[in-house]
T-cell receptor
Framework: GENVEQHPSTLSVQEGDSAVIKCTYS??????FPWYKQELGKGPQLIID?????GEKKDQRIAVTLNKTAKHFSLHITETQPEDSAVYFC????????????FGAGTRLFVKA | DTAVSQTPKYLVTQMGNDKSIKCEQN?????MYWYKQDSKKFLKIMFS???????INETVPNRFSPKSPDKAHLNLHINSLELGDSAVYFC????????????FGSGTQLSVL
């Protein structure tokens, strides 16, 4: 069935360093790949997304890359700050027969000041 | 004005009881969802509704009964609560359903004693 795997489960970096989170998906029909940030006590919130017709997208310190052939996509955060500390989820969904977004297991990111 | 609001925020109850969680969105979206987040932060879809119609029931026990009186509301009723039902339940909505961004509520933490 549909599955999204996410690594690592925990990531600890020094403030100012970069953080990379990687995901793979199983359903080749998936065409939309969002990333969500969840802070303590809150619901997940979209931070960036990418569609299957694009290989890379950047928004300030955050970038996502997508390799459709390998079914891999990654989140890159540069110049990390303590407020980036949170749980990050990758996800995948598809247009046709959609109505379901599949989430990865999450990565807990700690940014040490 | 909160886009997706769910109540209550916390729910503590005894095994065997029946409880409800309410959700409302003011975004004019057609599709609403219920997700369950377990203690390891894993987010799993339970139900999807599009224009008040059930689209996806992800093998959820019959004790869980969602109800959508109109497309802005999706409530979740749980009968005969079990210890394993303890989790955080998130309501979400999206414009149409499929390959698009989800807007999440702040979650309901359910504790079954």
């Amino acid at each position: 069935g549909e599955n999204v795997e996410q690594h690592p489960s925990t990531l600890s970096v020094q403030e100012g360093d970069s953080a990379v989170i990687k995901c793979t998906y199983s359903d080749s029909a998936s065409n939309y790949f969002p990333w969500y940030k969840q802070e303590l006590g809150k619901g997940p919130q979209l931070i960036i997304d990418i569609r299957s017709n694009v290989g890379e997208k950047k928004d300030q310190r955050i970038a996502v890359t997508l390799n459709k052939t390998a079914k891999h996509f990654s989140l890159h955060i540069t110049e990390t700050q303590p407020e980036d500390s949170a749980v990050y989820f990758c996800a995948a969904s598809k247009g046709t027969g959609g109505f379901k977004t599949i989430f990865g297991a999450g990565t807990r990111l700690f940014v040490k000041a | 004005d909160t886009a997706v609001s769910q109540t209550p925020k916390y729910l503590v109850t005894q095994m065997g009881n029946d409880k409800s969680i309410k959700c409302e969105q003011n975004l004019g979206h057609d599709t609403m969802y219920w997700y369950k987040q377990d203690s390891k932060k894993f987010l799993k879809i339970m139900f999807s509704y599009n224009n008040k119609e059930l689209i996806i029931n992800e093998t959820v026990p019959n004790r869980f009964s969602p109800k959508s009186p109109d497309k802005a509301h999706l409530n979740l009723h749980i009968n005969s609560l079990e210890l394993g039902d303890s989790a955080v339940y998130f309501c979400a909505s999206s414009l149409q359903g499929g390959d698009e961004k989800l807007f999440f509520g702040s979650g309901t933490q359910l504790s079954v004693l």
